[in-house]
Structure formats: C-alpha cells, structure tokens
C-alpha cells in the first residue's frame, strides 16, 4: 500500500462510529501530506417532487444540502480540532449511493476509497449489489473496507494469493506489493494465505483401485509448492505460509481469525450482474467473516498500480 496522500472517506449516516473516517485517520498518521475528504452522500429527490415548481424545488434541495453540510461540520469538528491532518468535509447530492462515491473518486482525483463494512443479509447477494459491492467490483483505485477495530503496530497483514492460472501471478505480485508498504509503516508481518479446492472428477470414481484422498494430497502438494516458491521468491518465510484444503471463502476467514489478521489484502474479479449473484466474488464471499479491514485491488486497479511500477522503473 502506498503512503496515499488523497482519501475519500465515506461518512456513514446514523452511525455514532466512522469506521471509514478512523481508518484514514489511523493511515494519515504515516503521511504528514495526507488530505481526507469526509463525504456524506444525500438522495436527491428533486425528480421524485413533481407538485413544486422549479424556484421551491431549488430551495428545497439547498435547504436540504445546507441542514446536512452543518451537520456533518458539527459531527466532524470536535476530530478536526484534536488532528494535524487536513479533514475537509463535504456533501453531495445523489441518485444512487455506489455511482455517488464512484463519481466523486473519479473526479476528485482521488487515490483511495475508505468506506466502513456492511453486514449484509443473507439474501442480500442473491437479490441484489450491496453499494460496498458494488464499489468494490467497479472502483478505479484500491478500496478499503473498513471493520470496527483498531490497527494494532506490529499487527498480522495476510495476503490471498492465487496461483489457479497464470495470469494470477501478476495479480498476486501487485497485492504483494501494497502489503509491503503497509507492513513497513505499520512494522506488520505478511502472512500469505492460498486455499487448495480439492474439486474430485466424476469420472474417476469409477476407475478401480482409485483412491480419492491420494488425488486430494496431491492437489494439495502442489498449492504448496506453488505457494513456497512465490514466497521464496519475495523474502517470506515459510512459517508464514498457509495452504489448506478447501474453498477460499472457508479457508481464508479461517487463517485470519486464527492470526487475528489486522488486514487482508485480496483481489476481486469484478463480476457483475448474473454471474456475480450466481457465482459470487471471493473478497465479497468473506467480507462477513473477518474480524479484519480488506484491502480489495480489482483488475482495473491492479493493472493501473502495475502500470504505476512499471513506469517507476529506472530508465522508464
């Protein structure tokens, strides 16, 4: 993770902790040039008023933006009378909560997106896109999905690494990479974490002689391997490895909770619409069951922090 100097923390209404809003706050104290913006997103109703004219339908919306300005600078002043760090608030009128927080990442120029965790429902993933969801799936800069806890110095950083296809390896450097960073202001440790989904082929019950838990072994083995080189490769200690038997969103919350993982670094393939609802994303599939900030990298975002390397490279 870089030292991100530009933070747009999401200000969740009726909620007397921000989570979004300690997690820049706890950040920023490792960049003296960090700026937060604290955004509260309002609905905007003037299309669903059709008895007021245009002159009242204006006040209105002022009005209504103005009410939720002040409340938002009273909420926020007693933090930024107590900081160094630059807190601007702001508020902004939308139609729809995710394209909000998309629009004003996008356009403010901003590096990071912090917003606090969601506890979703059990239909929630099956009927519809949570926003944090949403966010995560379409979000052009790296998002952080705050839980309610404090960062501890020293604490456990886990890294989901991937090694099913090829094209994984990339994937897996660049969230290597951001945890790196992190790890070194906050002096954590990285763990790296892999799961080995043992998916046995039908055809292969009928063969005789065949022994199901051999194949399994084998899968496994080879998920270690994989995992052992990649941390060879990048300096981390084998005792730092975890390879289990079984399906990411099982084995992931698993080695976190039992490390008391302080952040979890994973990628989300960014599916959308059916195939998210029928399939679903890792990052979103444990999200519920950590007790541990995610620090979530898409394919747009790694491709544009893997870019970001690239060009940083000598004679670029």
């Not at 009726?14 to 913006?37: G, M």
């Not at 002022?62 to 933090?79: G, M």
């Not at 997106?113 to 969801?133: E, Q, Y």
């Not at 290597?176 to 892999?194: C, D, F, M, Y």
Request: glycine share 6%; net charge negative.
């Amino acid at each position: 993770m870089r030292q991100y100097s530009k933070v747009l923390a999401v200000i969740e209404p009726r909620r007397e902790q921000q989570a979004a809003l300690d997690r820049a706050l706890e950040l920023a104290k490792y960049n003296p040039r960090a700026e937060i913006t604290a955004l509260r997103l309002v609905y905007d109703f003037s299309y669903d008023i059709h008895i007021l004219n245009r002159m009242s339908e204006q006040s209105t919306r002022e009005d209504v933006l103005n009410t939720n300005r002040k409340q938002l600078e009273a909420s926020l002043k007693p933090i930024i009378e107590r900081t160094p760090v630059r807190i601007t608030p702001k508020v902004v009128f939308t139609r729809d909560i995710g394209e909000g927080i998309l629009a004003e990442a996008e356009h403010g120029g901003y590096d990071l997106i912090i917003k606090g965790a969601n506890h979703h429902k059990v239909l929630d993933s099956i009927l519809f896109t949570p926003i944090d969801w949403y966010i995560l799936r379409n979000a052009n800069v790296p998002v952080i999905i705050a839980k309610e806890h404090e960062w501890v110095e020293g604490g456990n950083i886990v890294v989901a690494v991937d090694f099913s296809f090829s094209g994984h390896r990339n994937a897996n450097l660049v969230l290597l990479r951001e945890a790196q960073e992190l790890s070194k202001i906050t002096r954590g440790t990285i763990h790296l974490v892999n799961s080995a989904p043992v998916v046995l082929p039908t055809v292969m019950l009928e063969v005789p002689n065949y022994a199901p838990e051999v194949y399994a072994q084998s899968i496994v083995k080879e998920h270690e391997r994989r995992l052992h080189e990649f941390a060879a490769a990048h300096g981390i200690p084998k005792e730092n490895c975890h390879i289990k038997e079984g399906m990411p969103d099982e084995v992931i919350p698993d080695v976190c909770n039992r490390l008391k993982a302080s952040a979890v670094f994973i990628g989300s393939a960014g599916r959308s619409g059916a195939m998210a609802a029928l399939i679903g994303n890792t990052c979103e599939e444990v999200v519920d069951y950590i007790d541990a900030d995610l620090i979530v990298l898409n394919n747009k975002t790694m491709k544009q922090q893997a870019g970001a390397k690239e060009a940083e490279k000598p004679g670029k």
